[in-house]
């Protein structure tokens, strides 16, 4: 019932920005809480960051604090990750998510949809 779709993904030298963002089908967007989740080579796909439905509430990994900002636009159906100070571990392919309950938000579990991803590549 819900499509998610991700874009903005490419390569980036360290120290660089790349803004993602992810587009909802559907009316209903304002009621789903948002998370970004990412999944590098050989790796586990790991919590990056979340905003609640209506955007009061925000959490990020703790390695990306500071350096990224979660936002949502419920005009567009959109929300976007802003990555800014971009390092080489934050390569891998960005996921984002939508979910009804914001209880363990930074689990994959509680988030029903999931976008196809984006890839970013962070080079040294």
């Known amino acids: 019932q819900v499509q998610l779709v991700e874009s903005g993904g490419g390569s980036v030298q360290a120290g660089g920005s790349l803004t993602l963002s992810c587009t909802s089908s559907g009316r209903t967007f304002s009621s789903y809480h948002m998370g970004w989740f990412r999944q590098a080579p050989a790796k586990e796909r790991e919590f990056v960051a979340a905003i609640s439905d209506r955007g009061v509430r925000t959490d990020y990994k703790d390695s990306v604090k500071g350096r990224f900002s979660i936002s949502r636009d419920t005009a567009k159906n959109t929300v976007y990750l802003q990555m800014n100070s971009l390092e080489p571990e934050d390569t891998a392919a960005y996921y984002c998510?939508?979910?009804?309950?914001?209880?363990?938000?930074?689990?994959?579990?509680?988030?029903?949809?999931w976008g196809q991803g984006t890839q970013v590549n962070v080079s040294s």
């Open positions: 998510a939508a979910g009804r309950s914001w209880l363990l938000h930074t689990a994959a579990a509680p988030y029903d949809y």
